[in-house]
């Protein structure tokens, strides 16, 4: 029996979402995918190269501010302005990297939030650039009036509209994501995540692999980033803070980090809690870590993991 | 010129930050080297520190010597938390992976933090300097406060206390065994489980003193266990992780190099100090006076 190609399915399923006319529908399908390619990003190091990175909302950051203030302050057309979100995010992501696999899982560790905690300041105190602790607001949407003219298009609204170009994009960085894990480059993190040593021993370049990795979840990251500041109609200091990067890390538990698509399961679950939450309380911080407890002590493999359990 | 009555005052406040990162980070680094555990949540036992103290300010009341009762109390009410997490949540994941022992204490500052928010709201919170410890006094034209330092004076003792405990006493004896190789420690007959719970309370010890001793120079704030783990982080990276005298030249170099960093970058001096601990991390990966892990 051929597999069935859920993702291809659910990516169909979600395009038509703009159809059902309501703004609540495409506003919250537009931030879990591009969560999902958040999360998506953070599994390259956690699931595949098994690195855990405590400050991967930097790059979300950095990509988000490069994006917005590139569209805004300098006028620069969309296209040119994401890829190069997407190179700022991989270029910091390659300069603190150099730093954070020079050493153990430990040093990581703390290295990663410690860059991501400069990456937080600067955003915070650079006023004049980024607007400090007000954000940086009223981001444009991209010129979309071409899709106003396209047949089936034409009664959209312009939310609707960028949430179809959310699709494409991530639709390719989804694509592009899973070429990479999948290639042989894939293949090598893992062999380096399950014994470093080995790894060395074979003649692999055990940092130099590692460090790819880190630099490629981060332009994948600036992506997510220059999508969801615009999708937000504003960049702030949030984005790049270690509550965000807490967020996406307990994405990628939640869903699962051992199967491909898992942090995007988790993406869309902690989206839709944290709409049921933020109703009624405003200490998501501690629901987060509730669930990262609940996840360590009772559901070590995710949401994925249980399904998995549940085939064996 | 630079005045030297400017020159001295940044190199006494830097010691004065120095020393309050001292008592915070060798707790950091003592928790590690024996349980080779990183807690994340050492800041939020930092932040705890303070923010019990200013409440048992409030309830004993402005008598003399309640400072340092209430400094007390909140560093030994923080410990007690931390013998309550480690005997009820660290302990059951000394065996599995390090990824699950950071998860955990990272899920700590999260609890911690907002339940620090429901306890004690937004507002910042402030202290007045211990009576006795009020004034201040002139060296080579810097004014020096009394309290910042008594602290400068707190925490070299406070190193030669802990050295001493380390290497001339039974229990420090036991301690370094334990951190040399566990199974050996526990084979002999030494009871490691209960060594590991001790560790950890000191540990949330010398976190919550820092905090509660940090209460009258900074003002209490949530937000603060996160600028302080950062920084502890620094200090360690710096010194060397695991290595007690690392970690004091760690800290004094850190408050150093932001007190006259403002020098080349004013208002964002922290960034001199990454930059020095970016050359570390290429000249010495596992810091100045750190072995490499293994």
């Given amino acids: ?312 | 010129m630079l005045e030297p009555s400017f020159l001295v005052g940044q190199a006494l406040s830097g010691l004065t930050a120095a020393m309050f990162l001292f008592i915070v980070a060798s707790g950091l680094s003592l928790v590690f080297g024996v349980l080779r555990v990183l807690n994340f949540a050492h800041g939020s036992f930092y932040m705890l520190g303070a923010y019990l103290s200013w409440q048992m300010t409030q309830w004993i009341g402005a008598a003399s010597g309640s400072f340092w009762l209430a400094a007390l109390a909140a560093a030994a009410g923080v410990a007690l938390l931390g013998g309550v997490i480690e005997r009820l949540l660290l302990r059951y994941l000394y065996g599995k992976e390090d990824l699950y022992q950071l998860l955990l204490t990272y899920a700590l500052v999260l609890l911690l933090g907002d339940a620090a928010k429901l306890l004690w709201g937004t507002q910042q919170k402030a202290m007045p300097r211990p009576a006795g410890l009020t004034g201040s006094f002139e060296i080579a034209g810097a004014v020096v406060p009394h309290y910042n330092f008594f602290i400068i004076v707190l925490g070299p003792l406070l190193a030669a206390g802990c050295w001493l405990l380390l290497s001339r006493t039974g229990i420090g004896r036991m301690i370094r065994a334990a951190a040399y190789d566990r199974e050996m420690l526990a084979a002999l007959g030494a009871n490691v489980g209960r060594l590991y719970t001790l560790m950890f309370m000191a540990g949330a010890f010398l976190a919550g003193l820092g905090g509660a001793l940090v209460t009258p120079v900074r003002s209490i704030v949530p937000g603060m266990d996160v600028d302080i783990i950062v920084e502890a982080f620094i200090v360690v990276v710096i010194g060397g992780l695991g290595s007690f005298w690392g970690t004091f030249l760690g800290a004094l170099i850190f408050g150093q190099v932001l007190a006259f960093g403002i020098l080349i970058l004013p208002g964002f001096s922290i960034f001199a100090v990454f930059a020095l601990m970016a050359v570390v991390l290429i000249v010495r990966p596992a810091g100045l006076l750190g072995r490499p892990l293994s």
């Fill in chain 1, 1 to 312: 029996m051929k597999r069935i190609p859920w993702a291809a399915l659910v990516w169909l399923a979600l395009v038509c979402v703009p159809f059902l006319g309501s703004r609540f529908y495409t506003f919250l399908a537009t931030e879990i995918v591009i969560l999902a390619l958040f999360a998506l990003s953070l599994n390259l190091l956690l699931g595949y190269a098994g690195l855990v990175s405590f400050g991967h909302a930097a790059y979300f950051g950095i990509g988000a501010y490069t994006c917005a203030i590139l569209m805004k302050t300098h006028g620069v057309p969309f296209p040119l302005a994401f890829l190069t979100a997407g190179a700022a995010g991989a270029a910091f992501a390659l300069l603190f990297g150099f730093f954070c696999v020079r050493s153990t899982k430990i040093y990581f560790a703390m290295l990663t939030l410690a860059f991501a905690q400069i990456v937080w300041a600067v955003c915070f105190k650079w006023n004049a650039v980024t607007g400090g602790e007000q954000g940086f607001n009223n981001v444009p949407y991209p010129d979309l009036g071409w899709m106003a003219a396209l047949p089936l298009l034409g009664g959209l609204r312009t939310a609707d509209h960028y949430f179809l170009v959310v699709m494409g994009l991530a639709g390719l960085c989804f694509l592009a994501l899973r070429r990479i894990a999948q290639s042989p480059f894939g293949r090598m993190l893992t062999a380096i995540r399950e014994n470093p040593e080995r790894a060395e021993f074979v003649g692999l370049n055990v940092r130099l692999y590692q460090m790819a990795a880190f630099t490629l979840a981060g332009a994948f990251a600036g992506f997510a980033g220059a999508l969801f500041g615009i999708f937000n109609r504003g960049v702030f200091p949030d984005f790049a803070h270690w509550a965000k990067s807490a967020e996406v890390l307990i994405m990628v538990i939640l869903g699962g980090m051992g199967s491909f698509w898992g942090p995007a399961v988790g993406a869309a679950a902690l989206a839709l809690l944290s709409h049921q939450i933020n109703a009624v309380t405003q200490y998501w911080p501690l629901v987060l870590g509730a669930v990262l407890l609940l996840l360590l002590f009772v559901f070590p493999g995710g949401i994925m993991g249980l399904r998995g359990k549940r085939r064996a």
